[in-house]
């Protein structure tokens, strides 16, 4: 069964980097099957689509995020990793990362979650 | 930054039926699937809907959904205490590729 975990800083200063990792067991990052991605939720708001990246390099990241984000694969580790420079309060959230599957067909869906971290951006 | 529009709160009373409601546009729902997840707070959500009526192995057949345009519901009958929780329903947004839009949520609470 696959299970994923998010680890990473609690803290970021504002105008740094933050930094999470999702850690992926049970299964393999560089199956052709799936997407990985990741999800935040500031508090009190809804679901927000950070972006995706397939094994083979393909990635997609939510426009209003795009000139700030990079996910990428760590084939070695069996992990992925999400990277946003330049944070302010704003990006303060619970950041999850989430398996996407048949993700080239109606059937996609989110099938495989972290439990989430919860990221907070202040000096 | 949610496109997909949710009623903020839901009730219901054990044992009965409740909806909740999803509206997008013609680029997202209007034109894909939608997704359901029940999300309880410090957990992680759980695919409870897919391909808008589709249930995975291991959800209950009192969870249910449908879309009619560019709206969608999912349907709990017989309505549990476990059940209360958020709810928020997912699809994608042909307007961007790869952009996941998702509503804000609905707190479902079991009176």
């Known amino acids: 069964q696959v299970q994923l975990q998010e680890s990473g800083p609690g803290l970021v200063k504002p105008s740094q980097t933050l930094s999470l990792t999702c850690t992926v067991s049970?299964?393999?990052?560089?199956?052709?099957?799936?997407?990985w991605t990741w999800i935040r939720q500031p508090a009190g708001k809804g679901l927000e689509w950070v972006g995706r990246?397939?094994?083979?390099?393909?990635?997609n990241y939510n426009p209003s995020l795009k000139s700030r984000v990079t996910i990428s694969i760590d084939t070695s580790k069996n992990q992925f990793s999400l990277n946003l420079s330049s944070v302010t309060a704003a990006d303060t959230a619970v950041y999850y990362c989430?398996?996407?599957?048949?993700?080239?067909?109606?059937?996609?869906?989110?099938?495989?979650w972290g439990q989430g971290t919860t990221v907070t951006v202040s000096s | 930054q949610s496109v997909l529009t949710q009623p903020p709160s839901a009730s219901g009373t054990p044992g009965q039926r409740v909806t909740i409601s999803c509206s997008g546009s013609?680029?997202?729902?209007?034109?894909?699937?939608v997704n359901w997840y029940q999300h309880l707070p410090g957990t992680a959500p759980k695919l409870l809907i897919y391909?808008?009526?589709q249930r995975p192995s291991g959800v209950p057949d009192r969870f249910s959904g449908s879309k009619s345009g560019t709206s969608a519901s999912l349907a709990i009958s017989g309505l549990q205490s476990e059940d209360e929780a958020d709810y928020f329903c997912a699809a994608w947004d042909d307007s961007q590729i790869g952009l996941l839009v998702f509503g804000e949520g609905t707190k479902l609470t079991v009176l």
């Open positions: 049970g299964g393999s990052v560089t199956s052709a099957s799936y997407y």
């Open positions: 990246m397939f094994m083979r390099g393909s990635t």
């Open positions: 391909n808008n009526d």
């Open positions: 989430a398996r996407l599957t048949d993700f080239w067909s109606a059937n996609y869906r989110m099938d495989v």
């Open positions: 013609s680029s997202d729902i209007g034109s894909n699937t």
